[in-house]
T-cell receptor
Framework: DVKVTQSSRYLVKRTGEKVFLECVQDMDHENMFWYRQDPGLGLRLIYFSYDVKMKEKGDIPEGYSVSREKKERFSLILESASTNQTSMYLC??????????????????FGAGTRLSVL | AQTVTQSQPEMSVQEAETVTLSCTYDTSENNYYLFWYKQPPSRQMILVIRQEAYKQQNATENRFSVNFQKAAKSFSLKISDSQLGDTAMYFCAFMKLDTSGTYKYIFGTGTRLKVLA
């Protein structure tokens, strides 16, 4: 079974703190994603990565950065946490689609989520 | 830009009955993929069912089936013989593969389904 592990289920931080959210997957997936989940807004993509040391902005990257030094690990960084970053953060991973088999590996596998509170 | 709309924030259904969750999307693309994901309370999100847009046949996975209406851009999820374990938040998602080989998902806002005993 694919396993996507997020380092913390619950996290409480102070405004202005630097926060690291870690995500590790054990399936050698090329693609990794960070979302935030808010009531009434669904999942919104923050950043994603298609390869080591590669990153691309999603729909709401402001206030966040990411790091992917190793294939299995994708970190989300809040440089200076603010109260409006209180949310549930979900990490996901997947393999890219195979040529000639579009849906072969398009499934995203999610971690259990980190509920972050910024006070 | 693509959008995904789930117009039912909350729904409930009696155990053993059938319920349909609606999802509409907006895109100018012809080739894309649609998914339903389930997020049980305090548990990980998992894939329920998926549909390739180029396939006319509706996808089915045991008690879960979809009604895919490409022209209407509608992708509803039907759950038959509802079970207490189906209680969860359900997200509809759209995915398109770009010519560059990159892709990303766009999720709806979710429907919270409660199955009543």
């Amino acid at each position: 079974d694919v396993k996507v592990t997020q380092s913390s289920r619950y996290l409480v931080k102070r405004t202005g703190e630097k926060v690291f959210l870690e995500c590790v997957q054990d399936m050698d997936h090329e693609n990794m994603f960070w979302y935030r989940q808010d009531p009434g807004l669904g999942l919104r993509l923050i950043y994603f990565s298609y390869d080591v040391k590669m990153k691309e902005k999603g729909d709401i990257p402001e206030g966040y950065s990411v790091s992917r030094e190793k294939k299995e690990r994708f970190s989300l960084i809040l440089e200076s946490a603010s109260t409006n970053q209180t949310s549930m953060y979900l990490c996901a991973s997947s393999s890219p689609p195979l040529a000639g088999s579009p849906l072969a590996k398009n499934i995203q596998y999610f971690g259990a989520g980190t509920r972050l509170s910024v006070l | 830009a693509q959008t995904v709309t789930q117009s039912q924030p909350e729904m409930s259904v009696q155990e053993a009955e059938t319920v349909t969750l609606s999802c509409t999307y907006d895109t100018s693309e012809n080739n894309y993929y649609l998914f339903w994901y389930k997020q049980p309370p305090s548990r990980q999100m998992i894939l329920v069912i998926r549909q390739e847009a180029y396939k006319q046949q509706n996808a089915t996975e045991n008690r879960f089936s979809v009604n895919f209406q490409k022209a209407a851009k509608s992708f509803s999820l039907k759950i038959s013989d509802s079970q207490l374990g189906d209680t969860a938040m359900y997200f509809c998602a759209f995915m398109k593969l770009d010519t560059s080989g990159t892709y990303k998902y766009i999720f709806g806002t979710g429907t919270r389904l409660k199955v009543l005993a």
